[in-house]
């Protein structure tokens, strides 16, 4: 797997006193530790400034951010990004096939809302083939009400990851999964929750499968008043 890098600079040169300070100015970040800071500023400025930009956007830390935009591993298959405004048709496209019963237009309203937003509440990740085709995407949000089953708050919450058919039983189902942990680490959670409807076994199956465990079923009741 190769998590491609958010930020490329062609010719850029370390610039280290330009930027110092302009991380963690207080109170902007104040997750970034010292070892983190250390590590950041060996990078080049240019890339500093970017990875600061969308740390800021997304509420978390700029250390959670340099990290994941740096980090590969050997599955070249697979490219796994954060969610952007540049990949909202492919994206509402696959939510879709996720979710039928709202239309092609409510789902980009949706995006705009709830993971193109600045709230810093939820966060998205796209699963991308060698082709560049976008295949597959996971959301999550952080919920600070109760959650069935859990006793933290906030907890991580994965609101939906689809994959396409095609390119099932690849292991981008557990990148996803693993990228929204990274995240939800970064903002201190420490449990992260889920739900599947009752008759979806396949649903079931894949949670298991990455790692979650059952802790209750509810049925819903309605009257009309």
């Not at 810093?120 to 069935?148: K, M, P, S, W």
């Not at 039983?169 to 995240?183: H, N, S």
Request: glycine share 6%; proline share 4%.
């Amino acid at each position: 797997m190769q998590v491609r890098h958010l930020f490329r600079a062609r010719d850029y040169a370390k610039a280290i006193p330009e930027v110092r300070g302009f991380p963690v100015q207080p109170g902007i970040f104040p997750a970034v530790r010292a070892a983190d800071l250390r590590h950041l500023l060996t990078l080049p400025a240019s890339q500093i400034r970017l990875f600061c930009e969308v740390a800021k956007v997304r509420k978390t830390s700029v250390a959670f951010i340099g990290n994941f935009a740096t980090t590969e591993n050997h599955n070249m298959q697979s490219i796994i990004e954060i969610g952007t405004i540049k990949d909202v048709e492919s994206w509402a496209e696959l939510r879709v096939a996720l979710w039928p019963h709202h239309s092609l237009e409510d789902h980009r309203a949706e995006l705009g809302r709830a993971f193109l937003s600045e709230s810093g509440e939820a966060i998205a990740f796209i699963a991308r083939n060698a082709a560049n085709e976008a295949v597959g995407f996971a959301e999550a949000t952080l919920r600070h009400d109760y959650v069935n089953g859990c006793s933290s708050s906030p907890v991580l919450f994965l609101e939906g990851i689809y994959i396409r058919p095609v390119d099932r039983r690849k292991g981008i189902a557990r990148l996803l999964c693993d990228a929204v942990a990274d995240w939800g680490k970064s903002l201190g959670c420490v449990e992260f929750g889920s739900d599947a409807p009752i008759e979806n076994s396949a649903s079931h199956a894949l949670h298991t499968a990455l790692g979650f465990e059952e802790t209750q079923r509810v049925v819903f009741f309605r009257k009309p008043l």
